[in-house]
């Protein structure tokens, strides 16, 4: 079973991610969740926890299991696991956002120990516009963002439509393709215990699991 909480949210981009990247901030959700029964929580953002660094996703995971989560993760240490553990080095990305926030996810990635290869946005004019991208899009875009040295490519933001296209974009590149959803979903029932599956989807078929992360 599936449980959700929201935390606020705010007008601009930057705004955004630099006030829901406090660990204090999840404090009230995660005591939500977990009087709810919730085995393992996610903070479902990926720019919210690559904002300040390793450290500060570090610090996220550490805040929800003083508030009593059994099992604690991000959208962005879910996504470090899952490019480990389809034996990425080299990563393409594709993403919703502006300066300087695009800087910040690729210092993140490299800070983990990827070699970010390229790093394309969706051209969005506010963060607000992310709600209006269509599959089509994302499609069109990590087709065109993807890199001949890249031996994986990352779709962040959970905001994206992207689930459906993974397998097309996987047969079509010949490569990993990771998002953000797909990532945390699959980091979530790893922590309890169980397996996703996902036809078409490298992490989904087999990826391997011995991605130990602090």
């Known amino acids: 079973m599936t449980f959700t909480a929201k935390v606020p949210s705010y007008a601009d981009n930057q705004d955004l ?13 995660t005591h939500e969740l ?6 393992a929580v996610a903070y479902l953002c990926t720019a919210c926890s ?15 299991t003083e508030h ?19 034996g990425a080095s080299r990563v393409a990305v594709v993403h919703p956002y502006q300066e300087p926030v695009d800087r910040l996810l690729s210092d993140y990635l490299t800070a983990s120990g990827f070699d970010v290869v390229a790093l394309t946005p969706l051209g969005l004019d506010t963060v607000e516009d992310v709600h209006e991208v269509a599959e089509q899009d994302v499609l069109d ?4 963002g993807d890199h001949p040295e890249a031996d994986a490519l990352f779709i962040s933001c959970t905001a994206l439509p992207t689930y459906d296209a993974l397998p ?7 490569k990993p393709v990771i998002s953000a959803n ?14 996703a599956h996902g036809p ?3 992490l989904l078929d087999g990826a391997r699991t011995d991605h130990p992360r602090d």
Do not use: N, Y
């Open 17 to 29: 991610v630099t006030r829901l990247g406090k660990p204090a901030l999840l404090a009230e959700p």
């Open 34 to 39: 977990v009087e709810r029964g919730a085995e």
């Open 50 to 64: 690559f904002v300040d660094g390793v450290t500060g996703e570090r610090s996220l995971r550490e805040a929800m």
């Open 68 to 86: 009593g989560a059994r099992q604690a993760l991000t959208t962005s240490g879910a996504a470090i696991d899952a490019l480990r553990a389809v």
């Open 141 to 144: 875009t990590v087709l065109a």
């Open 168 to 174: 097309r974009l996987e047969q079509r590149l010949g």
């Open 182 to 195: 797909q990532a945390t979903a699959w980091a979530l029932l790893e922590a309890v215990g169980e397996r």
């Open 200 to 202: 078409g989807q490298s």
